[in-house]
C-alpha cells in the first residue's frame, strides 16, 4: 500500500474480490454481484484503510452527508449486513470486515491496489474533490465563475449565462455519484419536481443539462443566506418569523396543489434573500402524490412522477425519507406520505424559528426517532405568543389528522397572528368619526366601505387617517329593473372582482340573472335562470349557483343551459373549491325543518351536514358560510320565534347536534367572517364586528359597531349589507328612478 493513491485508484482486489470504482461494481471471479450504493460506498472506505479502523461517524458522514437519510433499510449496520452476504462471510466469523465493539469496522486481509494510467481522467472518491478546477471554465453556454458550496448532493457554483447576460447558480452531480442510479435519479427528480412549480418562493429552475456526463441544473442565483445559517446569527423577530413562515407555507401550498410533497423541509432548505424573501431550495426528495397522476400530464411534473415510481420501486414502504431531526412521524415509520408530512416538518422548523433550538433532540438518529414518534417538544419561550405556540402545536400533532389540513389553512393562521399581534384597545380609543366612516362609504349600487380600515383601528393606539369613500352608480339595462332583493338576492360581485351579477326584471315581468363585466357598460341575461333566487358564485367566478323551481342549480357564465344538482327550496348557499381545476363542494339548506347539506360541485348525492337541535327549538340552518380553511362553516341556527345563534360545523363531520359549535353571539339576521380575524354581523340595523379565533372558533373582546343603519331589506332609512369580501364591506341604497333602474 506504500505509495499508493486511494484517489486515482481503478481496482481494488482482495481475495477472488475486485471493486472496480468507476463502474461501482463489486466482482467475484469477475462476476457482477448485485450490491447496493450504500454496501459499495461502505467498503471503499475501507478498502482505502485497510487495517484501520473506520469510525460509525465517518461512514455516516460518507453515506448521509448533512444527516440525509436517503434509504433507512441502507443504515449502517443494514448496509454491513448486505455487504458481509455478498462476501460470503458473516459477523461471527469474518474474513474481510471486523466488527469492532463500539467504535466502527476494520478491513482484514491483503488489498491490491490497481491505479489507473496517469493519462486516464482521475476519479474522484469524495464530492470534495475535483470540482474547483470547473471555475473559470465554459460549460454549455455558461460561463462559470466560482464555487458557492455544497450539499449532500450536489456541488453548486456561481456562473454566468452567456446568451442572457445574467448569473445563475449551477448545481452539478458529483462525479462519484453519476456512476450510480440512484443519486442520479433523486437530482433529476429534484430538478423535474422544482422545474414543474412557478412560484415566488420557490427556488426557480431554468435548465437541466449535461457537462462531460456529469449532470447539472441551472437555477436561479440567490443572495442571502440559509435559514439555518441566518438562526445560528441571530434569533428572530416576531414579525420577521411570521412573514417568513407564511411565504414557506404559501409555496408549500403551490406544491401540494400540484401534488408534489417535498419531504426535507428544513432550515438547511430553506434560503432568506437579502431583500427577506423565503426560498424553498432542494426537491430532490419530493413525491409527487398518487392521487395527482392522472390529472396531471403533458409537464415536468409527469416526469418527475416517473422517478417518484422509480424511487419508490426501490425504497419500498418501509424506507424513511428526510432528514432525521425534521422528518414526520409517518416518515419515521417508512409509511407513504401526504402534504400534512410537511406541515409538521414545518412545524419542527416553525418551534425552532420561534424557540432556537430543535423541537426532538436526542444522541443518535435513533434517539431522534424515538422522540419524534413518543415524545412533545419542550415548551417554547415565555416570549412566544400564545396564538403562535399553538400553532406550533397544532403542527405538531403525531396523528395527521389532527394538524392543519392544508399549507392554505396554516397560512391563514400564521396571517391571523401577524394581523393580531398588536393588542386590542379599548372602545373608548374610538371617536365618533372613527367608527361611522364607513357608514358614510358606499360601494357599486352599491357603495363600498374599507371595513378592514375600520377594524385595524382595533389594534392602533391613535385615531385611525380617514380614508376616501368610493361611489358611483348602476344603471339597469333598457327595459330592465332590479329585482326585489328580498327574494331574487342583492347583487354580486364575482370572487376575482371581474364581474357583477344581479337580478332583473324585464318587461315581460320575468325576473333572471344577469352578468355584467365591471370594464363595461353592457349586461347580459342567463338564459334559463328564471325566477333565480339568492345566486352565489364559484371560487373560479366561471360559474353562479341559485335555486329556481324548488332545486338547486348552477349555470356557466359562457353560455349553455343549466344544470339541476339538488332538491332546495331556501335561499342561498356557499362554494368552495380547494384544488385548481377540481369542481369544489356546494353547501347548502334543503328546506325548513332540515339542516345543511353539501355536495359535489359537479353532481351526485347530497350529503348531510348538520341536524336541527330539538333541545333548542331549532327550526331551520341556513345562510352557510365557508371559512378560509375550506372545512369548516359559518351558519345561523335559527329557533322557534326566528331567534338565531351563529354556529359552526366541519362539512366532514357526522350530522349529530353535537358535533355544531354555537357562538355566543345571538340574535343576529346575518353574519360574515372577514380576514384576518374578524366576526361581521347584524343586530339592530348595526353592522357589528368582534375579534374570532380561527384556530379554537371562539369570539373575544368586546363587539363593537362600525356602520349604522343597516339592515337586510330597504327603507329611507338604512342601507342594505350585501357581503363581506377582502376585508371590505359592500353596502347598497337605491334610488327610485324610473321604477328601480338605478342603484346607487
Given at each position: 500500500?506504500?505509495?499508493?493513491?486511494?484517489?486515482?485508484a481503478?481496482?481494488?482486489?482482495f481475495?477472488?474480490?475486485?471493486?472496480?470504482?468507476?463502474?461501482?461494481?463489486?466482482?467475484?471471479?469477475?462476476?457482477?454481484?448485485?450490491?447496493?450504493?450504500q454496501?459499495?460506498?461502505?467498503?471503499?472506505?475501507?478498502?482505502?484503510?485497510?487495517?484501520?479502523?473506520?469510525?460509525?461517524?465517518e461512514?455516516r458522514?460518507?453515506?448521509?452527508?448533512?444527516?440525509?437519510?436517503?434509504?433507512?433499510?441502507?443504515?449502517i449496520?443494514?448496509?454491513?449486513?448486505?455487504?458481509?452476504?455478498?462476501?460470503?462471510?458473516?459477523?461471527?466469523?469474518?474474513?474481510?470486515?471486523?466488527?469492532?465493539?463500539?467504535?466502527?469496522?476494520?478491513?482484514?486481509?491483503?488489498?491490491?491496489?490497481?491505479?489507473a494510467?496517469?493519462?486516464?481522467?482521475?476519479?474522484?472518491?469524495?464530492p470534495?474533490?475535483?470540482?474547483?478546477?470547473?471555475?473559470?471554465?465554459?460549460?454549455?453556454?455558461?460561463?462559470?465563475?466560482d464555487?458557492?458550496?455544497?450539499?449532500?448532493?450536489?456541488?453548486?457554483?456561481?456562473?454566468?449565462?452567456?446568451?442572457?447576460?445574467?448569473?445563475?447558480?449551477?448545481?452539478?452531480?458529483?462525479?462519484?455519484?453519476?456512476?450510480?442510479?440512484?443519486?442520479?435519479?433523486?437530482?433529476?427528480?429534484?430538478?423535474?419536481?422544482?422545474?414543474?412549480?412557478?412560484?415566488?418562493?420557490?427556488?426557480?429552475?431554468?435548465e437541466?443539462?449535461?457537462?462531460?456526463?456529469?449532470?447539472?441544473?441551472?437555477m436561479?442565483?440567490?443572495?442571502?443566506?440559509?435559514?439555518?445559517?441566518?438562526?445560528?446569527?441571530?434569533?428572530?423577530?416576531?414579525?420577521?418569523?411570521l412573514?417568513?413562515?407564511?411565504?414557506?407555507?404559501?409555496?408549500?401550498?403551490?406544491?401540494?396543489?400540484?401534488?408534489?410533497?417535498h419531504?426535507?423541509v428544513?432550515?438547511?432548505?430553506?434560503?432568506?434573500?437579502?431583500?427577506?424573501?423565503a426560498?424553498?431550495?432542494?426537491?430532490?426528495?419530493?413525491?409527487?402524490?398518487?392521487?395527482?397522476?392522472?390529472?396531471?400530464?403533458?409537464?415536468?411534473?409527469?416526469?418527475?412522477?416517473?422517478?417518484?415510481?422509480?424511487?419508490?420501486?426501490?425504497?419500498?414502504?418501509?424506507?424513511p425519507?428526510?432528514?432525521v431531526?425534521?422528518?414526520?412521524?409517518?416518515?419515521?415509520?417508512?409509511?407513504?406520505?401526504?402534504?400534512?408530512?410537511?406541515?409538521?416538518?414545518?412545524?419542527?422548523?416553525?418551534?425552532?424559528?420561534a424557540?432556537?433550538?430543535?423541537a426532538?433532540?436526542?444522541?443518535?438518529?435513533?434517539?431522534?426517532?424515538?422522540?419524534?414518534?413518543?415524545?412533545?417538544?419542550?415548551e417554547?419561550?415565555?416570549?412566544?405568543?400564545r396564538e403562535?405556540?399553538?400553532?406550533?402545536?397544532?403542527?405538531?400533532?403525531?396523528?395527521?389528522?389532527?394538524?392543519?389540513?392544508?399549507?392554505?389553512?396554516?397560512?391563514?393562521?400564521?396571517?391571523?397572528?401577524?394581523?393580531?399581534a398588536?393588542?386590542?384597545?379599548?372602545?373608548q380609543?374610538?371617536?365618533?368619526?372613527?367608527?361611522?366612516?364607513?357608514?358614510?362609504?358606499m360601494?357599486m349600487?352599491?357603495?363600498?366601505?374599507?371595513?378592514?380600515?375600520?377594524?385595524?383601528?382595533?389594534?392602533?393606539?391613535?385615531?385611525?387617517?380617514?380614508?376616501?369613500?368610493?361611489?358611483?352608480?348602476?344603471?339597469?339595462?333598457?327595459?330592465?329593473?332590479?329585482?326585489?332583493?328580498?327574494?331574487g338576492?342583492?347583487?354580486?360581485?364575482?370572487?376575482?372582482?371581474?364581474?357583477?351579477?344581479?337580478?332583473?326584471?324585464d318587461?315581460?315581468g320575468?325576473?333572471q340573472?344577469?352578468?355584467?363585466?365591471?370594464?363595461?357598460?353592457?349586461?347580459?341575461?342567463?338564459?334559463?335562470?328564471?325566477?333565480?333566487?339568492?345566486?352565489?358564485?364559484?371560487?373560479?367566478?366561471?360559474?353562479?349557483?341559485?335555486?329556481?323551481?324548488?332545486?338547486?342549480?348552477k349555470?356557466?357564465?359562457?353560455?349553455?343551459?343549466?344544470?339541476?344538482?339538488?332538491?332546495?327550496?331556501?335561499?342561498?348557499?356557499?362554494?368552495?373549491?380547494l384544488?385548481?381545476?377540481?369542481?369544489?363542494?356546494?353547501?347548502?339548506?334543503?328546506?325548513?325543518?332540515?339542516?345543511?347539506?353539501?355536495?359535489?360541485?359537479?353532481?351526485?348525492?347530497?350529503?348531510?351536514?348538520?341536524?336541527?337541535?330539538?333541545?333548542?327549538?331549532?327550526?331551520?340552518?341556513?345562510?352557510?358560510?365557508?371559512?378560509?380553511?375550506?372545512?369548516?362553516?359559518?351558519?345561523?341556527?335559527v329557533?322557534?320565534?326566528?331567534?338565531?345563534?351563529?354556529?359552526?360545523?366541519?362539512?366532514?363531520?357526522?350530522?349529530d347536534?353535537?358535533?355544531?359549535q354555537?357562538?355566543?353571539?345571538?340574535?343576529?339576521?346575518r353574519?360574515?367572517?372577514?380576514?384576518p380575524?374578524?366576526?361581521?354581523?347584524?343586530?339592530?340595523?348595526?353592522?357589528?364586528?368582534?375579534?374570532?379565533?380561527?384556530?379554537?372558533?371562539?369570539?373575544?373582546?368586546?363587539?363593537?359597531?362600525?356602520?349604522?343603519?343597516?339592515?337586510?331589506?330597504?327603507n329611507?332609512?338604512?342601507?342594505?349589507?350585501?357581503?363581506?369580501?377582502?376585508?371590505?364591506?359592500?353596502?347598497?341604497?337605491?334610488?327610485?328612478?324610473?321604477?328601480?333602474?338605478?342603484m346607487?
Amino acid at each position: 500500500m506504500a505509495g499508493s493513491n486511494p484517489q486515482r485508484a481503478r481496482l481494488f482486489r482482495f481475495g477472488p474480490f475486485e471493486l472496480d470504482v468507476r463502474a461501482g461494481e463489486l466482482r467475484k471471479h469477475g462476476i457482477r454481484l448485485l450490491l447496493r450504493e450504500q454496501p459499495l460506498r461502505i467498503l471503499l472506505l475501507l478498502l482505502e484503510q485497510p487495517g484501520e479502523i473506520v469510525v460509525r461517524a465517518e461512514i455516516r458522514s460518507r453515506l448521509w452527508p448533512n444527516e440525509t437519510v436517503v434509504e433507512f433499510d441502507h443504515g449502517i449496520n443494514a448496509a454491513i449486513k448486505k455487504l458481509r452476504a455478498a462476501l460470503a462471510e458473516s459477523a461471527e466469523k469474518p474474513r474481510y470486515i471486523e466488527t469492532v465493539a463500539r467504535r466502527g469496522y476494520r478491513f482484514l486481509g491483503e488489498v491490491e491496489v490497481v491505479e489507473a494510467p496517469s493519462s486516464e481522467p482521475q476519479v474522484p472518491t469524495d464530492p470534495d474533490l475535483e470540482t474547483d478546477d470547473l471555475e473559470g471554465k465554459p460549460i454549455s453556454h455558461y460561463l462559470v465563475l466560482d464555487k458557492l458550496g455544497q450539499g449532500g448532493m450536489g456541488v453548486v457554483f456561481r456562473a454566468k449565462d452567456l446568451k442572457l447576460k445574467r448569473n445563475v447558480a449551477l448545481k452539478f452531480l458529483p462525479e462519484e455519484y453519476s456512476a450510480h442510479a440512484q443519486p442520479l435519479e433523486r437530482f433529476q427528480q429534484e430538478a423535474r419536481a422544482a422545474a414543474a412549480l412557478s412560484h415566488p418562493n420557490i427556488c426557480t429552475i431554468y435548465e437541466i443539462g449535461e457537462h462531460q456526463r456529469r449532470p447539472f441544473i441551472a437555477m436561479e442565483l440567490l443572495e442571502g443566506q440559509t435559514l439555518k445559517d441566518l438562526l445560528a446569527e441571530r434569533p428572530l423577530q416576531l414579525d420577521e418569523l411570521l412573514e417568513l413562515a407564511t411565504q414557506i407555507a404559501g409555496a408549500l401550498e403551490s406544491a401540494h396543489k400540484r401534488g408534489i410533497v417535498h419531504r426535507d423541509v428544513k432550515p438547511a432548505n430553506l434560503f432568506v434573500t437579502q431583500r427577506g424573501q423565503a426560498k424553498i431550495l432542494d426537491f430532490g426528495l419530493a413525491k409527487l402524490l398518487p392521487e395527482r397522476l392522472s390529472t396531471v400530464h403533458g409537464t415536468a411534473v409527469e416526469e418527475a412522477a416517473n422517478d417518484s415510481a422509480a424511487a419508490g420501486a426501490q425504497t419500498g414502504p418501509s424506507s424513511p425519507v428526510g432528514t432525521v431531526a425534521y422528518m414526520s412521524p409517518e416518515q419515521v415509520r417508512g409509511e407513504e406520505v401526504d402534504p400534512r408530512s410537511d406541515i409538521f416538518s414545518l412545524g419542527v422548523v416553525l418551534y425552532e424559528m420561534a424557540g432556537g433550538k430543535q423541537a426532538f433532540g436526542g444522541g443518535s438518529s435513533a434517539e431522534t426517532m424515538n422522540a419524534i414518534l413518543r415524545d412533545d417538544p419542550p415548551e417554547l419561550p415565555t416570549s412566544v405568543t400564545r396564538e403562535l405556540d399553538r400553532i406550533v402545536r397544532r403542527c405538531l400533532e403525531k396523528m395527521p389528522d389532527r394538524r392543519f389540513q392544508s399549507a392554505a389553512e396554516l397560512g391563514m393562521a400564521l396571517r391571523s397572528v401577524s394581523a393580531a399581534a398588536a393588542a386590542p384597545v379599548p372602545a373608548q380609543w374610538f371617536s365618533r368619526q372613527a367608527r361611522a366612516w364607513i357608514a358614510a362609504s358606499m360601494v357599486m349600487a352599491t357603495v363600498m366601505g374599507t371595513v378592514a380600515a375600520v377594524l385595524a383601528v382595533m389594534h392602533f393606539r391613535e385615531k385611525p387617517p380617514k380614508l376616501p369613500a368610493i361611489q358611483f352608480s348602476i344603471f339597469a339595462p333598457e327595459g330592465v329593473t332590479f329585482g326585489d332583493v328580498r327574494y331574487g338576492g342583492p347583487p354580486l360581485i364575482s370572487p376575482d372582482g371581474s364581474q357583477l351579477a344581479f337580478a332583473g326584471i324585464d318587461g315581460r315581468g320575468t325576473n333572471q340573472l344577469w352578468v355584467r363585466p365591471l370594464r363595461s357598460l353592457t349586461a347580459r341575461p342567463l338564459p334559463g335562470t328564471d325566477d333565480a333566487m339568492y345566486p352565489f358564485w364559484s371560487p373560479d367566478s366561471r360559474w353562479l349557483a341559485f335555486v329556481a323551481d324548488g332545486k338547486l342549480k348552477k349555470i356557466s357564465i359562457g353560455g349553455g343551459p343549466p344544470k339541476i344538482l339538488a332538491r332546495s327550496n331556501l335561499r342561498g348557499g356557499t362554494w368552495a373549491q380547494l384544488d385548481e381545476g377540481e369542481p369544489g363542494t356546494i353547501v347548502f339548506p334543503t328546506e325548513a325543518g332540515d339542516g345543511l347539506q353539501r355536495i359535489s360541485a359537479a353532481g351526485g348525492e347530497p350529503v348531510r351536514i348538520t341536524m336541527l337541535d330539538s333541545s333548542r327549538n331549532e327550526v331551520l340552518h341556513m345562510q352557510p358560510q365557508f371559512l378560509p380553511d375550506g372545512r369548516h362553516l359559518l351558519f345561523l341556527a335559527v329557533g322557534d320565534g326566528e331567534s338565531s345563534v351563529v354556529s359552526i360545523a366541519d362539512v366532514r363531520s357526522k350530522p349529530d347536534s353535537k358535533s355544531v359549535q354555537r357562538l355566543n353571539i345571538q340574535g343576529t339576521s346575518r353574519v360574515w367572517w372577514a380576514p384576518p380575524g374578524y366576526l361581521l354581523f347584524l343586530r339592530d340595523h348595526n353592522l357589528i364586528a368582534q375579534v374570532f379565533d380561527t384556530l379554537r372558533f371562539k369570539v373575544s373582546g368586546e363587539p363593537l359597531v362600525i356602520a349604522e343603519h343597516v339592515g337586510n331589506g330597504f327603507n329611507r332609512h338604512t342601507k342594505r349589507l350585501l357581503g363581506v369580501r377582502h376585508g371590505r364591506a359592500c353596502l347598497e341604497s337605491r334610488v327610485q328612478c324610473r321604477q328601480a333602474t338605478r342603484m346607487v
